[in-house]
């Protein structure tokens, strides 16, 4: 089992920042792929950004390239989310996500934690 708690969910000012933060125990955290969705009123969870346990390579959804970016520390089993240049359309309630390797569908997903609300105002 894996227990997954996110944090730095809030408001925030279009254009301004946040940074969430994921912190894993229950496995050896430096092992498991890492991601982060989110999902929107009315809308389906979509990736958003995913590292791999074993060499940290990152993998990103379109609509943030270039603005999100995810980092992981294995000596903190904790996983973060930068995001940059928000936007009204950010808005969404962000999940950490864990598995064996990077989760990029959600349907393939093991381990959620409880999700954070993340509003951007315009």
């Known amino acids: 089992q894996v227990q997954l708690v996110e944090s730095g969910g809030g408001l925030v000012q279009a254009g301004g920042s946040l940074r969430l933060s994921c912190e894993a125990s229950g496995r050896t955290f430096s092992r498991l792929g890492m991601a982060w969705f989110r999902q929107a009123p009315g809308k389906e969870r979509e990736f958003v950004a995913g590292i791999t346990g074993s060499d940290g390579s990152k993998y990103y959804g379109d609509s943030v390239k270039g603005r999100f970016t995810i980092a992981r520390d294995n000596a903190k089993n904790t996983v973060y989310l930068q995001m940059n240049s928000l936007k009204a359309e950010d808005t969404a309630v962000y999940y950490c996500?864990?598995?064996?390797?990077?989760?990029?569908?959600?349907?393939?997903?093991?381990?959620w934690g409880q999700g954070t609300q993340v509003t951007v105002s315009s």
């Open positions: 996500a864990a598995d064996q390797s990077v989760p990029t569908r959600h349907e393939k997903v093991t381990y």
